[in-house]
């Protein structure tokens, strides 16, 4: 009897339960990791009431009487976070193979779109902000990293699930 058999891009063998092999579920799983510090860090702030970052100038107190409902948007940004986790994991994960792979497309692709709108703010803090250069570099590369690593488990996760249409 012969063991089962896979294209390493596309197909997770029969022994592994649906999980993608990690040649190309690897950005996944760091996407995954990442959503779920940010979660947390969110989910941190939403709990303390605050705005900002854990590095970077403190948000004046004139911010937040701005914005309004401070603990409301940072756990909101925080269920976001895990939601994408989740999401990345899925693509992943046998237990995605679930999901409609429209949906999961639909969803995966449609996380680039607020990511790759905030390009330019972020290119604005790098090339002109206030915070120190090491700083803002660690700005530039997280957010090119983080599309890179998105992008690249959605184009994976598209390969292998046409790939499970055919089969």
């Avoid at 303390?48 to 409301?72: T, W």
Wanted: charged share 15%; proline share 6%; net charge positive.
């Amino acid at each position: 009897m012969t063991e089962p058999t896979a294209n390493a891009d596309t197909e997770a063998p029969a022994d592994t339960g649906g999980h993608a092999p990690w040649r190309s579920a690897w950005p996944a799983y760091v996407c995954a990791a990442g959503f779920l510090v940010y979660a947390g860090m969110k989910a941190t702030y939403a709990v303390q009431g605050k705005l900002g970052m854990p590095f970077g100038e403190e948000v004046p107190r004139s911010a937040y009487d701005e914005l309004g409902h401070v603990a409301l948007r940072q756990g909101t940004l925080a269920a976001m976070g895990a939601g994408a986790a989740v999401l990345a994991l899925a693509s992943v994960q046998g237990w995605g193979r679930r999901i409609p792979r429209w949906m999961m497309l639909t969803a995966m692709w449609g996380a680039l779109v607020p990511t790759a709108a905030g390009v330019p703010f972020v290119a604005a803090r790098v090339f002109g902000g206030s915070e120190p250069l090491e700083e803002r570099i660690l700005m530039g590369v997280q957010t090119v990293a983080g599309l890179a690593l998105w992008t690249a488990a959605t184009v994976s996760y598209q390969r292998r699930s046409r790939q499970w249409r055919r089969g």
